[in-house]
């Protein structure tokens, strides 16, 4: 308990009296806590180990900002390790090389008086008189607090954008761009067969983007229940859904298609991570799982040629959800 303590009065010296100048003090003066001499080779030390612990923080944040830099995750331990562990060693060489100590019997009295909040005033004050490089030294704490907060700020960036979300809303839907199959070959309405479960992606995008892959299946006209506003967008029963999850982004990769439909659900479509199941005739709405939102369904035209081709954007943002994600529309 005294060690921690003396640490903790070492850094509350290092930020009340970095800074300030020294005050004369006049021979006669009575002071608490005895003098001590300057140890500027423990001073350079400390502004040493401030130093390293700001440089290590920063590489930290240089580390995260490079996605795919090798062996990331042992380099940003790495890195706040030497950090935390730098400012540790600082705080420690501090509170026992360049503070002067008091050793009492007992806890100090609780300020409810004037005179003994004077007198721990003093003493805190007096405690740092040995100290010669106040400005460099605050200097050097500023430095490595400040770099160490950003660092450990650093990965809320991976929440997402805090202000522009306008990139969560694009994709590469628009009217008229055909579905083309993983080979870039165009899907045609006539090969989509009720029961079979098919992956398009638009023709010309890149297809690793999170909202260019859909499934695309076939129910008997007479099953949909679109809202009105959708009622063209299956044409010939021919439905498209985005196949992102919109619980955590997985993969749609399941479909199920009832053999016997008198006794079992109907047609859904199914992510096998967390088991959230859409029902594609009802706008991929959520029957069953942890997903709060419909799957985004994707409007369909078939051309001259018989190939299925974007009848516009999606119905709803793609992907699993974030903050405000049903006041935007797809662009």
Known sequence: MRRFLNWVIGLAVLIGTL????????PEEERIVPPGSASPRAEAVVILLLLTAAACAIAFIVVYAMDGLTDQTQLLGLTLGLSL?????????????LIVTEEIAEEYPEPAHPDDQDALVEVVRESGDRLTRKRLLGTAAGAAGGALGLALL???????????TGTFYRTPWVPGRRLVDDKGRP???????ISDFYTAYPEGADPDQVPAPVVVVRLAPSQLELPPERSRWAPEGILAYSKICTHAGCAISLYRSPLFDPVQPGPALVCPCH????????????????????????PLTIDPRRELRAGGNFSGPVGPSWWGVRKGKPT
């Open 275 to 298: 088991y959230s199941t859409f029902n594609p005739a009802s706008g991929g709405a959520v029957v069953f799982g942890p997903a709060g939102r419909p799957l985004p369904q994707l």
């Open 19 to 26: 800074g300030r100048r020294r005050r004369r003090r006049e």
């Open 85 to 97: 562990g730098s400012l540790a060693a600082a705080l420690i060489v501090f509170a026992r090389r």
């Open 187 to 193: 899907l045609s309405a006539d090969d989509i067969e």
């Open 154 to 164: 650093t990965p809320v960036a991976s929440l997402g954008p805090a202000l522009e």
